[in-house]
């Protein structure tokens, strides 16, 4: 056998990731990447010089499923051209379909379960050979009660915490316990000590995420643990913004808004996602409460946090909707005046009670209340934009716009990543992960223009471009 050379190169083997879906399953996205450095890995984003191909899917609607199924195939057609390249299949829509993918997808190396992410060194070596499982879906629920080593895919500054996984609510449109199992609450000094090390490692904004954050600890104590942890993450060293997302209505309680209330560390933000506001409407979803209990909620917030910012979510198009109901809900929602707001129309999800419910309503008609609640709620948005104008803000700076290096960005408090508007900056000077101040100067439907205060003056011609149609 002939030896090495002492200088040549030994390449690592690399990788290549997809992830879909919520940013809950981008953790479990950032666990496997991590764990897969650790294993001599190399994290590449060029899929052509890959040895592992990655898709971390969702299966929670089967537009998502869809999406799932034409990343995994292209990806295979990569494959296909590069012999000795594996592709794995991971997450919710493996979980979901199981024994029916290795079938479908016979151009699938591994299918990983929503249980088996966390093992993927040991599969992928125990499917070296000829003969190896293909199919992993572990029987026993994932309960996240270790710190897991993370590889970030959010920026340096920023990252998600999930507490919790699973959910015990019942809606009878949604997936998520068949796919994800009853909820589990991670032991808080787990939760502490994965934000300590994310902290400690740079992390100046943590969004905590679950199916139900304000559940968090119930099945632990019998009652919501949330207030307990957002009072010991409010006290991080170095954390500026914690941010609490997808809040039960029911959950929001006046011991919870004490403490934000208290801590300026913890976002005057609320991501309640309600579904619709008809009493009907809601005990046939089986969400668990009713509208009166909804501006209860939304009193209390205002009480004890008068400057908050609340997104929901609504479904249109339910089974059972009628005309009537529709209007009830346009109307409420713009009395509500929600500073974000998602419409979806609902589409039937096999294995779900809200499949065999009367009443269906056509596709066509769903989607068509979709575009008319949308476009109330972007009046409403662009005018609580506009009180913005000529004030100062904090802003986290998020790098180079997207479009342009002539621009900043950033974000407000009330603006969470991902899913709400941006800050765009256009003068002055500011660092990447840090809190700034600026002058908001205009408004448009989603997104506000502002200048860094102290800064200089923007470039000719700039603002007349950003403007536009404002």
Not at 10 to 15: A, G, N, Y
Not at 177 to 203: D, F, H, M, N, W
Request: aromatic share 6%; with cysteine.
């Amino acid at each position: 056998m002939m030896a090495r050379p002492v200088n040549e190169a030994i390449s690592q083997p690399k990788v290549y990731p997809i992830s879909l879906g919520c940013a809950k399953n981008r953790v479990d996205s950032e666990i496997m990447l991590a764990l897969l450095e650790q294993a001599g890995w190399e994290i590449t984003s060029r899929p052509g010089e890959a040895d592992l191909l990655l898709v971390n899917t969702c299966g929670f609607i089967a537009s998502a499923c869809q999406e799932a199924i034409d990343a995994i195939l292209e990806m295979a057609a990569i494959k296909h051209n590069r012999p000795g390249v594996r592709l794995v299949a991971a997450g919710c829509l493996v979980q979901r379909y199981g024994a029916e993918l290795p079938t479908l997808l016979p151009e699938v190396d591994v299918f990983l379960g929503v249980n088996d992410f966390v093992n993927i060194i040991q599969v992928l070596e125990s499917a070296t050979g000829a003969g190896g499982p293909k199919l992993w879906l572990g029987q026993e629920w994932q309960k996240y009660q270790r710190v897991w080593p993370r590889r970030l895919t959010t920026p340096f500054y920023s990252a998600y915490l999930k507490i919790a996984e699973g959910c015990s609510h019942r809606c009878t449109y949604c997936t998520i316990p068949g796919i994800r199992g009853p909820y589990r609450s991670r032991p808080l000094k787990t939760v502490l000590a994965e934000a300590e090390q994310l902290v400690a490692g740079g992390v100046r904004e943590l969004n905590l995420v679950a199916q139900d954050t304000t559940a968090y600890g119930v099945d632990l104590t019998g009652r919501s643990q949330l207030p307990a942890l957002a009072l010991r993450l409010a006290a991080l060293r170095g954390l500026r913004w914690l941010r609490i997302l997808y809040a039960h209505p029911t959950g929001i309680t006046p011991e919870l808004l004490e403490v934000m209330a208290a801590h300026q560390t913890i976002c005057p933000y609320f991501d309640i996602p309600l579904q619709h506001v008809n009493d009907r409407l809601l005990r046939r979803m089986g969400r668990g409460y009713t509208q009166k209990q909804i501006w209860e909620t939304l009193g209390l917030i205002r009480e004890f946090l008068p400057q908050a910012a609340v997104r929901t979510s609504v479904i249109v198009g339910f089974p059972g909707e009628t005309e009537e109901d529709f209007a009830e809900l346009c109307q409420v929602t713009g009395d509500m005046a929600f500073d974000h707001l998602g419409v979806f129309a609902f589409q039937p999800e096999e294995g779900t009670p809200a499949v065999r419910l009367k009443g269906q309503v056509p596709a066509r008609e769903a989607n068509r209340r979709a575009r008319r609640l949308t476009s109330m709620q972007e009046k409403i948005t662009r005018q609580k934009l506009r009180r913005l104008r000529g004030t100062v803000q904090e802003v986290l700076v998020a790098g180079y716009n997207t479009e342009t290096e002539l621009l900043l960005e950033g974000r407000l408090a009330s603006q969470a990543p991902e899913v709400d508007g941006k800050v765009l900056i256009n003068a002055g000077w500011g660092e990447i992960g840090r809190l700034e101040r600026v002058r908001i100067t205009r408004t448009f439907t989603h997104d506000v223009l502002g200048e860094i205060v102290g800064g200089t003056a923007p470039a000719a011609g700039l603002e007349k471009k950003l403007t536009s149609g404002g």
